[in-house]
Structures are given as C-alpha cells and as structure tokens.
C-alpha cells in the first residue's frame, strides 16, 4: 500500500470483527510506532498491549463507556513518559515534548495497522487518572490514548474536512 493511499484510506473504526492478530502483525505494528520522530530521540513512549477481556471492560468504562473497545481483539493504551523526556528538556519536555513524540508514534500505529488490514481508532477521551490506575502506570507515565485495533466490520465514510484555504497561511497570519 502507498504512504498517500494509507493517509487518505484510514478511518476510525468502531466496530470490529472478533478474529485475532497475529503476533506478527502485532509486532509489525509496534515496530511501526517507535519508527516514528522524538524530541532529542528520547522516545518517550511506552506501549501497553491489552488483551484480557476484564482490562478492556475497565479501559471502555475510563472511556466514558465507549464500548467498541471491548470488541476489539487488542487495545493499545500509548503512554507518555514524560520523566524520560524532562531529563534533558525539563518542564518542556514534561509537557509537550513527550505528547508530541506520542502522538507521532499513535499516528504510525494508525497508519501501519491500516496498511495490514486492521480497523483502529485514537480514543483521547478517557479519565487518565483511571487508565492509568488500571494499567499499573507509574507516576512518571502517563496514558495519552487508547487505540483498539482489529478486523474492521464497517467501512465508514470519509469525514469532511475543512478546505486547506482556510487553514493555510504563507510566513503569518492575514
């Protein structure tokens, strides 16, 4: 599949067939993600694969009862660790730095589980106090999204988006 294709195909999918993943497309997957640019290359994510059924009931329920997420054969809950990244970027690091390099990685995730095949959606709404106490997270750890990821059972339109005249500006704003 080409990159622009991948970029232009995805969707948020919320309903999922209940066939598992292969560890070998897991892997490709994650591997996918930490491909993906960091601050200083620290990496500051870390990965939570959840498979067990009573995990996901929780992560659905931190979610505000988004319960897609329990069909879904695997959840990725992609944390930040924001004390990895303050090492050397301090409060900077702590507080952007280590969301960005997340975010880069979710986006690989998307894209990489969509180019095998799989359906996945970047959840953000969710209690992070509850993620995280449900992951065992330690203080310096904190959950930035849940992504389940399966076998897609609905192929949703794509969203509109806004014109990109709207949005583009050349050296400032008019």
């Known amino acids: 599949m080409?990159?622009?294709?991948?970029?232009?195909?995805?969707?948020?999918?919320?309903?999922?067939?209940?066939?598992?993943?292969?560890?070998?497309?897991?892997?490709?997957?994650?591997?996918?993600?930490?491909?993906?640019?960091?601050a200083g290359n620290l990496q500051s994510w870390e990965f939570v694969v959840v498979r067990e059924h009573g995990t996901k009931v929780a992560l659905a329920e931190?979610?505000?009862g988004q319960?897609?997420?329990?069909?879904?054969?695997?959840?990725i809950v992609v944390c930040a660790n924001m004390a990895r990244s303050a090492r050397r970027y301090r409060d900077r690091g702590a507080s952007l730095y280590s969301i960005q390099d997340t975010a880069a990685a979710i986006q690989n995730i998307l894209l990489a589980s969509y180019a095998l095949g799989y359906g996945s959606c970047w959840i953000g709404a969710?209690?992070?106090?509850?993620?995280?106490?449900?992951?065992?997270?330690?203080?310096?750890?904190?959950?930035?999204?849940?992504?389940?990821?399966?076998?897609?059972?609905?192929?949703?339109?794509?969203?509109?988006?806004?014109?990109l005249q709207r949005v583009l500006h050349f050296e400032k704003f008019t």
């Open 126 to 163: 969710f209690d992070e106090t509850k993620a995280a106490r449900i992951i065992h997270a330690p203080s310096e750890v904190r959950p930035i999204a849940m992504i389940p990821i399966g076998l897609p059972a609905e192929s949703p339109n794509p969203p509109s988006r806004i014109d």
């Open 2 to 38: 080409e990159l622009l294709e991948a970029i232009r195909g995805r969707r948020s999918i919320r309903t999922y067939r209940p066939d598992k993943i292969p560890e070998q497309d897991l892997r490709e997957i994650l591997e996918a993600s930490i491909c993906a640019p960091s």
């Open 67 to 75: 319960d897609f997420i329990v069909e879904a054969p695997i959840v």
């Open 62 to 64: 931190a979610a505000r």
